[in-house]
């Protein structure tokens, strides 16, 4: 993908000319949250998701294959509940502030994710996706082929190793969820000490408060339905919607044609139009998933509520050229380990050698 102009680009797979300026401005005209849509989302995904938890808590006492069979629509409910939670901390759910903070804590219990530290982190994912010089917390650790050939053998494993997708997707994703979100002190917030966006004491009251409040109001629940019933319940929904989560944020950014730029020539405009993949999912998919699949518009314009993340689309058919992906299309991307900045495209390892040539 070569630099782009910031009036006018060409969309991948399609030879009109579209203008960035022209879609942004188109996006940003859907801003705004609608509070009645927004409550309405809330409560009926709360409800239903509180209906599933209470079916499979039910279910325990028949068959436990039951239970780990009512986790799929559970964890897809928890995945919704999560974008909601990701729309507070874009300032998008609700027009303000105080009701998506507290929106999004309350959140946070359901999610296990602590509000505060998790929104900053990434709002500075957006800051910086697809800057090579700012290659930061809030994305999946990407390397260029010149970085990985300067890499020792044992960094190269290292590397390879947490680019496999047990490692990454499988293990990692609820590894990060269940206990890294845990702890104040980690790389994610070493990064953020070392950027000064986060002060070490917002750090700690965040993570540890959400700490806290998980200690005080499951110990309640286990009180009620007994400690077992609720790891066998809660846990595999945690784990589930962390695969989910961690699918879509891969397949959102770890696409062959996404966009990686060198900070002097990097464009925000640019880097969120065409660095975010149009995820093309069913409709009953897309609906659990909050439409975060249309990622490009999304990262456009972060303040558009999820329910008008399609609206904005269908009002715009350009939009649906842009590095659209289907579900069987992104399974390809799993491959896809390293950034070759002569291609201007993302590669595996079994391609390197083509690069050398």
Same mark, same amino acid.
């Given at each position: 993908?070569?630099?782009?102009?910031?009036?006018?680009?060409?969309?991948?797979?399609?030879?009109?000319?579209?203008?960035?300026? @022209?879609?942004?401005?188109?996006?940003?005209?859907?801003?705004?949250? @609608?509070?009645?849509?927004?409550?309405?989302?809330?409560?009926?995904?709360?409800?239903?998701?509180?209906?599933?938890?209470?079916?499979?808590?039910?279910?325990?006492?028949?068959?436990?294959?039951?239970?780990?069979?009512?986790?799929?629509?559970?964890?897809?409910?928890?995945?919704?509940?999560?974008?909601?939670?990701?729309?507070?901390?874009?300032?998008?759910?609700?027009?303000?502030?105080?009701?998506?903070?507290?929106?999004?804590?309350?959140?946070?219990?359901?999610?296990?994710?602590?509000?505060?530290?998790?929104?900053?982190?990434?709002?500075?994912?957006?800051?910086?996706?697809? @800057?090579?010089?700012?290659?930061?917390?809030?994305?999946?650790?990407?390397?260029?082929?010149?970085?990985?050939?300067?890499?020792?053998?044992?960094?190269?494993?290292?590397?390879?190793?947490?680019?496999?997708?047990?490692?990454?997707?499988?293990?990692?994703?609820?590894?990060?969820?269940?206990?890294?979100?845990?702890?104040?002190?980690?790389?994610?917030? +070493?990064?953020?000490?070392?950027?000064? #966006?986060?002060?070490?004491?917002?750090?700690?009251?965040?993570?540890?408060?959400? +700490?806290?409040?998980?200690?005080?109001?499951?110990?309640?629940?286990?009180?009620?339905?007994?400690?077992?019933?609720?790891?066998?319940?809660?846990?595999?929904?945690?784990?589930?919607?962390?695969?989910?989560?961690?699918?879509?944020?891969?397949?959102?950014?770890?696409?062959?044609? #996404?966009?990686?730029?060198?900070?002097?020539?990097?464009?925000?405009?640019?880097?969120?139009?065409?660095?975010?993949?149009?995820?093309?999912?069913?409709?009953?998919?897309?609906?659990?998933?909050?439409?975060?699949?249309?990622?490009?518009?999304?990262?456009?314009?972060?303040?558009?509520?999820?329910?008008?993340?399609?609206?904005?689309?269908?009002?715009?058919?350009?939009?649906?050229?842009?590095?659209?992906?289907?579900?069987?299309?992104?399974?390809?991307?799993?491959?896809?380990?390293?950034?070759?900045?002569?291609?201007?495209?993302?590669?595996?390892?079994?391609?390197?050698?083509?690069?050398?040539?």
């Amino acid at each position: 993908m070569k630099p782009l102009d910031f009036n006018t680009t060409e969309a991948p797979g399609n030879n009109d000319s579209i203008s960035v300026k @022209d879609i942004a401005a188109h996006c940003n005209s859907y801003k705004g949250a @609608d509070a009645k849509r927004s409550i309405f989302q809330l409560v009926s995904t709360l409800a239903l998701f509180l209906i599933a938890c209470s079916l499979m808590v039910y279910s325990i006492n028949i068959s436990y294959w039951l239970t780990l069979f009512l986790t799929i629509p559970a964890a897809g409910l928890l995945t919704r509940l999560f974008i909601f939670q990701h729309d507070c901390g874009h300032g998008s759910f609700f027009n303000s502030k105080k009701a998506n903070d507290w929106t999004g804590r309350f959140l946070g219990l359901l999610t296990v994710t602590p509000y505060d530290f998790w929104r900053r982190a990434h709002n500075k994912h957006h800051a910086t996706s697809g @800057d090579l010089d700012r290659r930061s917390i809030g994305g999946i650790d990407t390397v260029t082929v010149r970085e990985y050939q300067a890499l020792s053998k044992w960094q190269q494993l290292m590397y390879r190793t947490y680019r496999n997708p047990l490692v990454l997707l499988i293990f990692g994703t609820p590894f990060y969820v269940l206990v890294l979100q845990r702890l104040p002190l980690n790389q994610a917030t +070493n990064f953020y000490e070392n950027y000064q #966006t986060l002060p070490k004491s917002s750090i700690w009251k965040s993570i540890m408060l959400m +700490n806290a409040s998980i200690v005080i109001v499951y110990s309640a629940l286990a009180s009620v339905i007994g400690l077992g019933p609720l790891l066998a319940v809660y846990l595999p929904i945690l784990v589930v919607t962390s695969w989910i989560g961690g699918w879509l944020f891969y397949i959102q950014h770890q696409f062959e044609d #996404t966009y990686w730029e060198k900070n002097d020539n990097w464009n925000i405009q640019e880097a969120a139009l065409l660095g975010s993949s149009y995820y093309a999912l069913p409709k009953i998919l897309q609906w659990f998933t909050g439409n975060i699949g249309l990622h490009h518009i999304h990262h456009l314009c972060s303040k558009i509520p999820n329910y008008k993340l399609q609206e904005c689309m269908d009002a715009k058919p350009e939009l649906e050229t842009i590095n659209k992906l289907t579900l069987h299309q992104s399974l390809d991307c799993v491959h896809l380990k390293l950034w070759d900045e002569q291609k201007e495209q993302m590669i595996s390892f079994g391609q390197i050698k083509n690069t050398e040539s």
